[in-house]
């Protein structure tokens, strides 16, 4: 499946078992998990998303991408 690469914008592909996302024009290569979370953190419209693998937020602050391990 054809998605957004985060890093460079292009098309990148994800696998049909969504475990990967790759990229071959900048050579980007990460689990579907880290995209969701690079995503999120990196783009304003997108942040809602990691209440979807979060659970509650409420009350927190998300914190930077190295806190999320």
Do not use: R
Not at 5 to 22: G, I, R, W, Y
């Amino acid at each position: 499946m054809k998605i957004k690469c985060p890093k460079c914008k292009e098309n990148a592909e994800l696998t049909m078992d969504f475990s990967l996302v790759k990229c071959g024009s900048c050579d980007l290569e990460m689990s579907y998990g880290e995209y969701v979370k690079f995503v999120a953190h990196n783009e304003v419209k997108y942040s809602d998303i990691l209440g979807d693998y979060t659970g509650s937020t409420e009350g927190q602050s998300a914190g930077s991408l190295d806190e999320w391990d």
